[in-house]
């Protein structure tokens, strides 16, 4: 029988104490008016606490920009109502003895011209480029770059006053700050354009500035990826030097944990190793990682929309593994957990065939 120990071993991120390894990843779910989470909220995220998640990563948070998102469902993490809802969440969390943080969110570029829930504002990007759409808006200006900035660490100082556990900026997927990362969608000749140093520029100035907020001891962890909605097959680094040279600027700016996000965990990254992108990263700068991609399932989320059919139980002896060799830190959990919030204790107490099937109906609830 595989032993999930090495998943339930202690993790440690600067001076935040995990009790084990398991992450539940961010997952957007619109159920909050407004942009304020509720109570339902609030009980959403405690069960998962209450049944031995290590660390919670909130859905994707609204900065302090008009155009942050294009969902009024989408919470805010920002506002005095807005706040006040997290509060209660926070304490929810607290009280489970579960840790949470929440995922700051700018969508740039994914937003179209009159979505809510400020119609009137305009989406923004680094060049104004919509993928596949084209040119929507004028390139963001530095003031309006330093806005941005400015309202990341303003989410980082937040967070910390409320007494969450840390942070998580979303620069993955193609959304604002992958869109400085990815060429397609940065097109600036300035500081913040150009090579694939120059790209990082504008994430490595938030995390510096939400570093600058913070002090030295809260967690500041980034979500990246290769893959983006727009294009399963986009990369921004071919090659394990041209990664480092991409994560260097980052992990220097402040980045305790990079949160590197795959489609299927057990896909090695580069031709002639087995390590996946979280396994590479960690090699390359040392620092603390998460992986994720269909942990726990046998297929990814797009595949699962696509033929309309959700995904079955898929073994974890792989990721046991790659805890159990240093290769990665922690394991983040998505649709496992939340189509059942008592996964992790499923896992921890060998009730395996107790494991549930993912339903693409659990994508229309809080359970």
């Known amino acids: 029988m595989l032993s999930t120990k090495p998943l339930f071993r202690p993790a440690r991120l600067r001076n935040l104490t995990l009790a084990n390894r398991i992450v539940m990843a961010p997952m957007t779910r619109s159920f909050s008016p407004g942009g304020v989470p ?42 005095e109502d807005a706040l006040a809802g997290w509060a209660r969440v926070l304490a929810e969390v607290h009280s489970a003895g579960g840790r949470i943080m929440p995922q700051l969110w700018h969508v740039g570029m994914m937003r179209k011209p009159g979505d809510l829930p400020n119609p009137e504002a305009p989406p923004i990007g680094p060049s104004g480029i919509a993928v596949p759409a084209g040119k929507l808006s004028e390139p963001m200006t530095e003031r309006e770059i330093a806005n941005l900035i400015a ?31 990815w060429e397609t969608t940065n097109q600036r000749t300035d500081r913040y354009g150009g090579d694939l140093v120059g790209r990082t520029r504008f994430a490595a100035e938030a995390v510096a500035a939400c570093r600058r907020a913070v002090g030295p001891d809260f967690p500041i962890l980034l979500r990246f990826s290769q893959w983006k909605i727009q294009d399963f097959t986009a990369r921004l680094a071919s090659t394990p030097d041209a990664l480092g040279t991409f994560l260097a600027p980052l992990a220097e700016a402040g980045v305790d944990v990079f949160h590197c996000s795959t489609r299927r965990f057990w896909e090695p990254e580069f031709e002639g190793s087995g390590l996946n992108l979280a396994g590479w990263t960690k090699k390359l700068t040392g620092k603390p990682t998460i992986t994720v991609g269909s942990v726990g399932l046998d297929n990814d989320l797009m595949t699962a929309f696509r033929e309309g059919k959700g995904a079955g139980v898929a073994g974890i002896g792989r990721l046991v593994e790659m805890i159990e060799r240093d290769e990665v830190d922690l394991v983040a959990v998505g649709r496992a957990l ?15 065939t107790d494991l549930q099937p993912f339903s693409l109906d659990s994508m229309k609830v809080l359970t």
């Open 38 to 79: 509720g109570p339902d909220v609030a009980a959403y995220y405690r069960r998962r606490a209450e049944n031995g998640v290590g660390l919670i990563l909130t859905e994707g948070t609204a900065i302090a920009h008009p155009a942050a998102v294009n969902d009024s469902k989408v919470p805010r993490f920002h506002g």
């Open 151 to 181: 309202a990341y660490a303003q989410g980082a100082a937040d967070a910390q006053r409320l007494g969450f556990d840390g942070v998580e900026l979303h620069g993955a997927h193609g959304y604002l700050i992958d869109q400085f990362f």
């Open 338 to 352: 939340l189509h059942d919030p008592a996964w992790a204790a499923k896992i921890r107490d060998g009730r395996t």
